[in-house]
């Protein structure tokens, strides 16, 4: 069975009878459960009235680092999170590359959800790009190893993968290492140890080939475990069922099917 890491259902534009066909067709081919990720705390009250009817979907709450449009307080922040149906904090981190004039403003939010989940105890769900010194430097400086969380749709370094798995964290693979273009990550998580790997779709966003140019739907992570069952020399079971094992120890308040 395969679990869905990081997901945003909410986003996939359906209406709930759509939704609920897309989530029994990922059921059929053996998906069990899906973390449905916030990317904004204002709309989180939103987002988890789309999925509360489904108990095999999980929340976590928090303002995505493209999303500062949408920054709220710690306090709130903190309100949210610690409720009961939120298993992680985030998704937080850094975006140089598409968003660099909202350096200072990152920064401070990061800072604020690695408290937070220090406070809560729940594990961080971590967004990163062209990022690399200052998300690992903060991590540490915050005593982040205290919750530990995951590096979700990786496409950094493999320094920086090591980097965050000695510090405990679990690294996530989309769809991207699929790509004609990914040729880099490929090697990145040929390197990645077994046990440290999750997988994900990051829908709607990002689908794996072959089904490029549609949008992207929790079922497809199938794709990416196969890819990456074959690019580490392992059997698809063996990839799901370590993968899954490793969802459940990172996301412990999750509902194990």
């Known amino acids: 069975m ?4 990081h997901c945003h259902l909410d986003r996939l534009k359906q209406s709930p009878e759509e939704l609920a066909e897309t989530l029994a067709f990922a059921r059929k081919r053996g998906v069990e459960h899906f973390l449905c990720v916030a990317v904004s705390v204002k709309e989180y009250d939103d987002m988890l009235a789309t999925v509360k009817d489904f108990p095999d979907v999980s929340v976590s709450c928090g303002v995505h680092p493209l999303h500062q449009d ?5 306090d709130e922040l903190l309100e949210k999170a610690q409720r009961d149906e939120v298993v992680a904090v985030g998704e937080t981190g850094l975006d140089y590359f598409y968003s660099p004039e909202s350096k200072s403003v990152q920064l401070t939010s990061f800072v604020d959800h690695i408290k937070v989940a220090n406070e809560t105890g729940k594990p961080l769900i971590i967004h990163t790009r062209d990022a690399r010194e200052d998300t690992i430097a903060l991590l540490k400086e915050h005593k982040a190893e205290h919750t530990i969380g995951v590096l979700h749709c990786f496409t950094e370094s493999l320094e920086m993968a090591q980097a965050a798995i000695e510090m405990g964290f679990y690294v996530s693979i989309s769809g991207i290492v ?11 998580v040929k390197a990645i140890p077994l046990e440290k790997l999750l997988i994900e779709t990051d ?22 475990a196969e890819f990456i069952a074959n690019l580490k020399g392992v059997s698809v079971a063996e ?11 990172l996301f412990s308040l999750a509902k194990h099917a």
């Not at 004609?180 to 490929?186: F, I, K």
């Not at 990839?239 to 120890?249: D, G, P, S």
């Open 203 to 224: 829908s709607p966003w990002l689908a794996p080939v072959p089904h490029r140019g549609k949008q992207n739907q929790p079922g497809y992570v199938v794709e990416v």
């Open 239 to 249: 990839l799901a069922r370590q993968t899954t094992e490793n969802f459940y120890r």
């Open 178 to 188: 699929t790509f004609n273009s990914a040729d880099e990550l490929r090697e990145v």
């Open 70 to 74: 949408d920054a709220c307080s710690y």
């Open 2 to 5: 395969f679990v869905d890491s």
